[in-house]
């Protein structure tokens, strides 16, 4: 007999409506291909990496690609600019680019492939005040587009003029064309989102959304543009590539660190390497988390056990005198993410 009580989302869904963090398993829920531990393995798996950009992310050591990618498009600049001959730096930067468009295409699925699950995804977040996304994938923006042809412009993700991120969240929150408002970021990045050769940090976009990402993966191949999501690395590493950006360091300042009532967390594994999301969560003051639990697995009360001590012992080091209260719901449960109420 386990002592954790494993709720059904419709039992305590009232009570959980500020913010909502979704993990690679909401991605996996959808779509089978998503199962990997890492891009930069798939991408050696698939035989994408050369042994050239091999040696060039063990020296590095770093198994991001969006990190090697500027590295190589900033120092093919500055030799440009300083009119040093180097085609091996631009070889390697379009040899790495075209690795990262081959494994992407050979993971991510169709608009069509997914699109049955995209309306019930939305009805879903639509419940949340704000929803954060911690996958690069589009499963969550496809979505958006699809509650929003339903409900009017109820998802806005704060990429207005010009394709440039607006923080007024305060009008952001405030409805328009719709009977409510959702704000959706991504604090680890997305494909939908890119830098430009002058570090402008911009939103791709394209009318028809079925060829959203077929539209995405040729701005990457033909333009100056590096994909701005963070794929890989240990916890500190990301909060480096965090810092970097001027999108990803205000998401984490201003969203994952503020303070909220409520936050319900699904499909993520409270990974190492994700340490400092646990941190802004914590050091915001989350009063109560709802987090989704994989009852077929086989190790309900362990995951419950580790959970709980990694939130502790975060709350200990932050000093944290109100503890967060936890339950944990069952993540096939009716009305959950993809899963139809």
């Not at 699109?115 to 994938?137: C, G, H, P, R």
């Not at 002058?198 to 060829?211: I, T």
Request: aromatic content about 12%; proline content about 1%.
């Amino acid at each position: 007999m386990s002592k954790y009580h494993i709720f059904e989302w419709k039992e305590i869904e009232d009570k959980f409506t500020d913010k909502l963090l979704l993990g690679n398993g909401a991605s996996r829920a959808v779509w089978d291909s998503f199962e990997y531990r890492s891009l930069y393995e798939e991408a050696k798996r698939v035989e994408r990496i050369s042994p050239s950009l091999t040696k060039l992310f063990l020296n590095l050591g770093t198994n991001d690609f969006e990190y090697v990618l500027r590295l190589l498009s900033q120092t093919r600049r500055v030799n440009q600019i300083l009119q040093i001959k180097d085609e091996y730096t631009s070889k390697l930067y379009r040899k790495l680019k075209i690795a990262l468009i081959d494994t992407i295409h050979e993971i991510h699925p169709k608009h069509e492939q997914v699109k049955s699950q995209l309306l019930v995804i939305a009805e879903f977040m639509k419940s949340f005040d704000t929803v954060l996304s911690l996958n690069y994938d589009l499963l969550v923006y496809w979505a958006m587009m699809e509650g929003n042809d339903e409900y009017g412009n109820w998802f806005k993700d704060g990429f207005i003029e010009e394709r440039r991120f607006d923080n007024d969240y305060g009008k952001l929150r405030e409805p328009y064309k719709a009977e409510g408002a959702t704000l959706v970021f991504y604090p680890h990045g997305n494909l939908i989102l890119a830098t430009t050769f002058l570090g402008d940090e911009v939103k791709l976009s394209r009318a028809d959304e079925k060829l959203l990402l077929d539209r995405i993966l040729e701005i990457w191949q033909e333009e100056d543009h590096i994909p701005l999501f963070v794929s890989e690395g240990e916890t500190q590493e990301k909060v480096q590539a965090i810092r970097r950006s001027n999108y990803l360091k205000t998401l984490y300042d201003c969203e994952v660190e503020t303070k909220n009532d409520s936050l319900v967390i699904y499909g993520w594994s409270f990974g190492e390497q994700d340490e400092h999301i646990l941190r802004g969560i914590i050091h915001g003051g989350v009063d109560r988390i709802a987090i989704s639990v994989h009852t077929t697995s086989g190790n309900v009360e362990s995951f419950c056990n580790t959970v709980e001590y990694k939130i502790a012992k975060m709350e200990l080091t932050l000093n944290k005198k109100e503890k967060c209260k936890i339950c944990f719901f069952d993540s096939e449960s009716d009305g959950v993410w993809n899963k139809a109420a």
